[in-house]
């Protein structure tokens, strides 16, 4: 973990002190002289949320916060914590004391949520870079502010945020598809879940075409893994499944990436499959009563050995003809694959995360996800929704209709894998739909997953989008 949230009663001269207030919060409890509950006050007036005062032997940070509890004023509070981390880092301080004097009991929750996201590092590579080491050690909450249940809930989500950072970030000379599902082992043995990994034989034994065809060109055998959780107070009498691409690495096989530099970040075409496994961590760390099951088709995908080819022909798990005319949409082929495997267990309903499409992220930037659903219940779909905003990681839908399709037909084979120049996210959605028989909403995190520059408390590369996300929906399922 790379940072811990903890309750304590004491302060000491090597914490960030950081008060949450009102602009009617009374200014005598923080010890403050006239001249400075002075400035505050000017500060106040002048809508000023981050104050900063030299205080006694080290420093004040006042944040003042609204008495609302909605997805804005929490994004917001979120923004305010990586302020109260920036000046940490930039002061050198370790640790940060944060305490609720607000009316806005879950405040301090989304500020603390703010100040550990910022402070993530992936220094694992870095051992003479102190500069990729992570500046604080501790955020403090006072006892008073939040509960031990909350701190352990929040820890244990931000735990699983970071698997997942980590996980994407890890280069393939570590994180082949072999290794992932040794991870995904490691991981279920120390949230709790259940892990079953298919080898080659048993995927060929099951003929999914798709995931073999991508795996052709690699010198590393194809993983299928296999993740459960089922509690005994499970709320859902069937189960939901999420699906995971993961693509340990992409180089677009025989339709080599054409784009200058491109691949240079292909590690992350697997961080669809990191945000099942995270989402996984979290539900079970925090014990959710639901009964989740958790698909990860893994491969790379090269232009070596019998690479597939543009043209030929794959025959699928669920027994469709796919014409094969670009060997860089990839992903879908194994998603399809998984997809349709999902039936076996009749499930309520399916999610599946892919950086599936380049159209995806040129569509709607790093500031969203693109979004498409088949059958999917408008309650349902109306809580992702709600949570995706509640979280800042929101979605976008885009149509499914019957004309998209049409884009898709082969004249040789049932469908082909790629729709032409335009739609690319669509019609990929519209792929996919060919190999499922249940409510399902497909997740294009293809722009969100990874990002080149920083981004406030998501930080720079992987930025472990979609945990939070499923973590508050299901969270919030459950209870309904």
């Known amino acids: 973990m790379n940072i811990l949230i903890k ?15 009102n602009k009617t919060t009374s200014l005598s409890s923080l010890g403050l002289s006239k001249a400075e509950k002075d400035f505050v006050k000017s500060q106040i007036k002048n809508d000023l949320k981050f104050i900063q005062l030299s205080h006694k032997s080290g420093y004040l940070i006042l944040l003042v916060v609204d008495n609302k509890d909605a997805a804005k004023e929490n994004e917001g509070l979120r923004k305010l914590g990586h302020q109260v981390y920036g000046f940490a880092k930039r002061t050198k301080f370790a640790s940060v004391y944060l305490e609720n ?44 502010s939040l509960t031990k249940a909350k701190v ?43 892990v079953e990994v298919y080898d080659k034989k048993k995927i060929e034994s099951l003929k999914m075409g798709g995931l073999l065809a991508v795996n052709f060109g690699s010198p590393t055998p194809p993983t299928f893994s296999i993740m459960e959780w089922k509690p005994k107070n ?16 992409d180089t677009g096989g025989l339709s080599l990436k054409p784009t200058a530099n491109s691949m240079d970040m292909m590690k992350c075409d697997m961080a669809g499959a990191a945000c099942v496994i995270g989402t996984f ?3 079970a760390s925090n014990k959710l009563p639901l009964h989740v099951i958790g ?7 090269r232009p070596g050995q019998n690479a597939y080819v543009p043209g030929d022909i794959v025959k699928m798990h669920n027994g469709l003809n796919v014409e094969v005319l670009n060997t860089d949409a990839e992903g879908r082929m194994l998603l399809a694959d998984a997809l349709s495997f999902a039936q076996k267990y009749n499930p309520e309903f399916v999610f599946d995360f892919a950086t599936l499409t380049g159209a995806a992220a040129r569509a709607v930037g790093p500031f969203a996800m693109a979004v498409m659903e ?21 979605m976008i839908e885009f149509p499914m209709w019957d004309d998209y399709g049409q884009m898709i037909k082969s004249e040789i084979a049932d469908i082909k894998n790629v729709g032409g120049p335009y739609a690319g996210m669509i019609t990929a959605g519209k ?8 409510p399902w909403m497909h997740f294009d995190i293809a722009g969100a997953a990874y990002i080149m520059k920083e981004d406030g408390y998501r930080g720079k590369f992987g930025t472990g989008v979609g945990v939070r996300l499923m973590y508050d929906f299901f969270k919030k399922y459950a209870n309904k």
């Not at 698909?295 to 995908?301: E, G, K």
């Not at 088949?374 to 995706?388: L, R, T, W």
């Open 7 to 21: 309750r304590s009663k004491s302060k000491s001269d090597n914490d960030i002190v950081t008060v949450l207030i």
């Open 101 to 144: 004097l607000s009316k806005n009991e879950n405040a301090i929750m989304f500020v603390a949520e703010g100040v550990a996201l910022s402070n993530y590092r992936f220094g694992k590579y870095a051992a003479k870079r102190k500069d990729l080491k992570a500046p604080l050690k501790t955020v403090k909450v006072s006892p008073n």
């Open 152 to 194: 352990d809930e929040l820890n244990n989500l931000l735990d699983s945020v970071y698997t997942t950072r980590d996980l994407v970030n890890e280069p393939l000379s570590f994180l082949d598809s072999v290794k992932l599902s040794q991870e995904i082992k490691r991981i279920g043995k120390k949230a709790g879940f259940k």
């Open 234 to 249: 499970a709320k859902n009498k069937k189960p939901i499944v999420l699906v995971g691409k993961g693509v340990v690495y």
């Open 281 to 283: 961590e979290a539900i």
């Open 295 to 301: 698909l990860i088709p893994s491969t790379d995908n």
């Open 374 to 394: 088949v059958g999917i219940q408008n309650k349902v779909k109306q809580q992702v929704v709600d949570s995706s905003f509640d979280v800042h990681e929101r």
């Open 431 to 438: 792929f996919l739909e060919n190999f499922v028989d249940y």
